[in-house]
Each structure stands twice: as C-alpha cells, then as structure tokens.
C-alpha cells in the first residue's frame, strides 16, 4: 500500500507542477449611458449557457466592471485564461449560437473606442504593467 501511496502522491505532485499559471486578459470599451441599466441587468442574471461556454473555453475569473470617468461611462473586463489555444477557443465561443444572441443583446449596448472601432472590434486591448501574485 506504501508505494502505491508514493506513486499517487508523485503523480499529482507532477501533475501539478506541469501546469502553468493563467494567462491575464484585459479590455476596455464605452457603455452607452441609455443602454447602462439594460447591461447590469443582463449581467445580473447572465443565461446559464453563455456561463457554461465561458467555462468550456478555459477562461476563470472572469469580471466585468464599470466606471464614470468625465461624466463617460466604461467597462472594464478581466479574465484568465487557462487552455492552450486562446484563438481556438474564441472562435468557439464565436460560433456559439446561445453566445452569439447574448452578444446581439450586449453589443448595442457598447461604444467602442476609437482604437477598437478601427480594427471592428467593441473592446480595446490593454496592455499589463504590473501583477502581483
């Protein structure tokens, strides 16, 4: 029974140590002021299977929030990511129908910035500067 417990124990101790820490994600968009309560209260009861497919594609701690800056309204979101293929599972969750009506609901409710609009996207890429583990 000893070595056996040696061997489990070795296993998950290697398992362990083969996985690597999330990747960190970030993004800023507008928040349309008219279309503000109709996003909180889609976030508020978000439909379990857009939840579902989130999760499917590797992505934990996942949160958005939003803040007034000059009267402006933004979101902010974050995630981690822990699969090997980000693209890949983007382009999943892309062609997700229940995923693709949550977007037609929480798009027009975005205003994107000028450096996302151009590249016809909603949200912009940040880039980190500091992380403390």
């Known amino acids: 029974m000893k070595p056996f417990l040696c061997l ?6 290697a398992g362990c140590a083969t996985q690597t820490a999330p990747k960190r994600y970030a ?3 507008g928040l349309k002021p008219e279309k503000a309560v109709h996003y909180e209260e889609l976030h508020a009861h978000p439909w379990p299977g857009v939840n579902q497919m989130i999760k499917s594609c590797h992505i934990q701690n996942f949160s958005i929030h939003e803040c007034e800056i000059d ?3 933004y979101l902010f979101a974050y995630l981690e990511y822990t699969g090997t293929n980000f693209d890949a599972d983007m382009k999943r969750m892309a062609a997700d129908p229940e995923t693709q009506r949550w977007w ?5 409710c975005q205003s994107a910035l000028p450096d996302a609009a151009a590249k016809g996207k909603i949200w912009s890429d940040t880039k980190e500067l500091y992380f403390l583990p």
Do not use: F, Q
Not at 104 to 108: A, C, L, V
């Open 71 to 73: 009267s402006r309204l």
């Open 27 to 29: 993004w800023v968009t």
């Open 104 to 108: 037609k609901e929480t798009d027009p």
């Open 8 to 13: 489990l124990s070795a296993a998950l101790l």
